[in-house]
Structure formats: C-alpha cells, structure tokens
C-alpha cells in the first residue's frame, strides 16, 4: 500500500467529512506528526510551528483570520475554507437574535425562571410581570446588512419575507451576490448611510485590517436611539468600549453578538451566545464535506478550489503524471518551468496557469515519470513557492 497522506485534526470536525477521507489512503487525527495537511474550524493557528511537511490548510467554515493566509502564502500552502456551508445556520441564529431582542427573550426567560411556580398567585404574577417585556414586531423595521456575502445575503432575503425592509452595503458585492438579492434590498452607499438609517443593523464582514472595529466610537452615535447591533462576525469588527459606552448612555438598544468577551459581560442589554452560528448539524456536516473534498483533490491531483489565497485552477488528469507548482506572479516563471523540463526530456501534455494577485499556480502533466532532478531544478527557480509531483495513485482519479 502507498504511503497514506496524514491530515493534523486541530478542532472537532463532521465524521461525515472525515469519511472523505478513507483510511486506506488517509491518516487523520489530533495526534499526527509530520502532516501533509492540516483541517480546523476556529483553533488560533497563529502562535502554532506549522511544520513545513504542512502543504495545504482546510477551513471547515468561512472566516480564516485564526490561519496564518500570509505566512503560508510565502510558502505556496493554499488555505481552503467552506464558502455558504455555513451561511444558513448563521442566518437563523441572526433572526434569532433579532427576535430575542425586539420581544426582550432573555430578560423574559430569566423571569420565568425565578417565578415561584408553587405560589397561589403565579398566574397573576405572570400577568402582571409581563408588560416589563412587552416588545416590538419585526415587520416595517429596517435592517441594516454591512457584508452582502453568504450570510449577509441570506439574512437579507429572510428579512424580507418577515416584512423589514432592507438596506445593504458592501463595497466588493460579487456579481453572483448581488443577483441573489431579492429586489427590494436597497442599497446604501457607505458603512454611515447603513448605521444612520436602519432600527437593526448586522455586520457580516471579514475580520481583516479594514474591518477591524468597523462600528467605533466615531460613528456608532449615528445610530438611531434604541437600535439594535448584531454582530456574528467576529469579536474585532466592533469596538467593544465604544459598544458598552452607547449601551450606558442608552443611545444603542441591544448588542447581540456571538462572542463573549470581558468588557461586555453580563450587561443586561448584551445577547451574548458562544459561538454558535455555524453549530448546526448541517452546517458542520456541509462544511466538513466540502473542506474535506477539496483538501483531497488538492492533496491527490493538484486541483484548487475555494482557496482564500490561490486561484482556482483545476485539471482533469490525462496523464499519469502530473507537478504542481506555486510561485511568484512575475513575468518568465512559465518559460522557466517548462525549459527545466524540455531539459529533462519531458514532454508537456497538458498545462493550466492562472494567478491570483501576487500567487500563480501551475499544473502540468507530463507523458512520462517525473525524476527529483527536475523538482529540484523548478525548486530552485527563483519565485517557486513549491512545487509537488502527483503521480497518479492506483484506483484513484478525479
Ligand atoms: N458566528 C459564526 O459562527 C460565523 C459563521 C460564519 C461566518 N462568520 C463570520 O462571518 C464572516 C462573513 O461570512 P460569509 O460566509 O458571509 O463570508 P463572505 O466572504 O461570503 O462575505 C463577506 C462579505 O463581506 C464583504 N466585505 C468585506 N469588507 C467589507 C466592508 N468593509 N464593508 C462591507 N462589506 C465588506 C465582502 O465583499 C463579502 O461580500 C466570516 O468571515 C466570519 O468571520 C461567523
Ligand atoms: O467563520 C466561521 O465559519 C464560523 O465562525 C464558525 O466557526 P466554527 O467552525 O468554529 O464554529
């Protein structure tokens, strides 16, 4: 039997995704030294020796601000995630939240669970304490969508069948996004327009450099008094000072977000949950199988896909013998690479390049086996990131 390709398990991950990955070509596990691979979902990879053996990171979900992108960019490892496989759970917990804080569910709940129900007088208690959480109604509200991707899409078509209306901005909406949007999504023309108008407003962005403390001090006074923030994307697109002072002054209604964290604890109008968004069954299940799939065809036959730092670039195999090569987008790496193999006396049969920003990748099949004197020859060609010879594994095809 080849030697089975070895995949480090950092965070629990679907078992229906880890069945992708069969053990008669698959080791994985917590415990795995040396891996071709690493699968994660929200385990902080920034402080970890990732070891070089490392070729790819799988991201069983959408954010990868707790992966190193840049640092293995520089090593030519593609970072996989899950685009969407967990839009939908994101979106029901969102309208959760917005319905725990428009009918006060939180406040509503600790009541009932301190009501002495032995005591003669509970049904008048329960109808005299109720108008504490007399609430509001979600329909004729406006919401507010910062990040119009998977989530913030969906969560904008819900609102919209609930009866909200809807006021979106995202300055990079894919094309496929913006067609996905029902047509009474209106569109809003700046991060201020969305947080002066809307009664709801939920962030579904990156955490990146430029989305770092998107709602602060500086411009959370737009809101309307009484509103509602939401915030599923991560602790660090607010400022969560800025978030307790307006909660105090009375200016922001609720804070409903899905990270706890110390300054906001326990505050009466804070919903807090811990990071449940993408814990559903299906969501877990759709991530994992679509990470783990990638990550396989990656690891077997060199095929990209949904890397958030490489292009898509995928080959069928009409060869038995394939490379891989990542390396710098610069003029003459191509010519190079194919020189190094003319040299070699290989013929090219098959090639596709593309590049993304600074990264291209290149997958060549040849007509014969590959000898380590030429991997190490494009190796050695300044601008290679990396370069893998695949020859196809026996039984084994995409
Ligand atoms: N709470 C959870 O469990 C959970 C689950 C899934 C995703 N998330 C978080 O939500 C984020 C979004 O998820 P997604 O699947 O929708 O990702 P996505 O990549 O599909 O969408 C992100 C959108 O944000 C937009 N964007 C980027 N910068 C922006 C800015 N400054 N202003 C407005 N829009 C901006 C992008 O153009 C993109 O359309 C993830 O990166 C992750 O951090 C959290
Ligand atoms: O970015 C994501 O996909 C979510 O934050 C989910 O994180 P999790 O996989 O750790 O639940």
Redesign the pocket.
């Known amino acids: 039997m080849a030697e089975r390709l070895k995949i480090l398990v950092l965070n629990q991950i679907s078992p229906k995704g880890l069945a992708r990955l069969p053990a008669e070509h698959y080791i994985a596990g917590p415990d795995i030294a040396l891996p071709d691979a690493v699968l994660v979902r929200s385990a902080d990879m920034h402080k970890m020796e990732i070891p070089a053996s490392v070729r790819a990171i799988a991201r069983a979900?959408?954010?990868?601000?707790n992966i190193p992108v840049e640092a293995m960019s520089a090593r030519g490892v593609p970072v996989f995630n899950a685009?969407?496989a967990?839009?939908n759970?994101?979106k029901e917990?969102v309208i959760a939240g917005m319905l725990m804080a428009a009918r006060q569910l939180s406040g509503a709940l600790r009541f009932v669970d301190e009501l002495d129900t032995a005591h003669a007088d509970l049904d008048k208690t329960v109808e005299s304490g109720k108008s504490a959480f007399a609430g509001f109604e979600l329909a004729g509200q406006t919401l507010g969508v910062?990040?119009?991707?998977?989530?913030?899409?969906l969560v904008a078509d819900a609102a919209i069948k609930l009866g909200m209306n809807v006021l979106g901005?995202?300055?990079?909406?894919?094309v496929d996004?913006a067609w996905s949007l029902p047509s009474q999504v209106k569109k809003a023309a700046s991060?201020a327009e969305v947080l002066r108008s809307a009664h709801f407003v939920t962030l579904?962005?990156?955490?990146?450099q430029?989305?770092r403390h998107?709602v602060k001090a500086d411009n959370i006074g737009l809101m309307r008094p009484g509103t509602v923030l939401l915030n599923?994307?991560?602790d660090g697109?607010v400022d969560n000072a800025a978030v307790l002072a307006a909660l105090s002054s009375g200016h922001l209604g609720h804070y409903v977000c899905?990270?706890p964290n110390a300054q906001l604890h326990r505050h009466a109008r804070v919903i807090c949950l811990p990071?449940?968004?993408?814990?559903t069954r299906e969501a877990e299940e759709n991530c994992a199988v679509m990470v783990a799939d990638q990550l396989s065809d990656f690891l077997e036959n060199g095929n990209i896909v949904n890397a958030v730092n490489f292009p898509g670039v995928t080959m069928a195999r009409e060869s038995a013998y394939r490379v891989a090569i990542a390396n710098a987008n610069v003029p003459n790496m191509l010519g190079q690479i194919s020189t190094a193999m003319a040299q070699a006396g290989l013929n090219i049969h098959n090639m596709v390049n593309k590049s993304r920003g600074d990264m291209a990748y290149t997958l060549v099949d040849v007509d014969s086996a590959v000898t380590g004197t030429v991997l190490d020859d494009i190796g050695a060609i300044e601008g290679v990131l990396s370069v893998r010879y695949l020859p196809h594994a026996s039984g084994r095809s995409n």
């Open positions: 979900g959408a954010g990868t601000n685009p969407g967990n839009a759970a994101v917990l910062v990040g119009l991707g998977k989530v913030g899409c901005y995202d300055p990079e909406i894919t996004a991060v579904h962005v990156p955490l990146v430029a989305t998107l599923f994307s991560r697109v899905d990270f990071h449940l968004g993408a814990c």
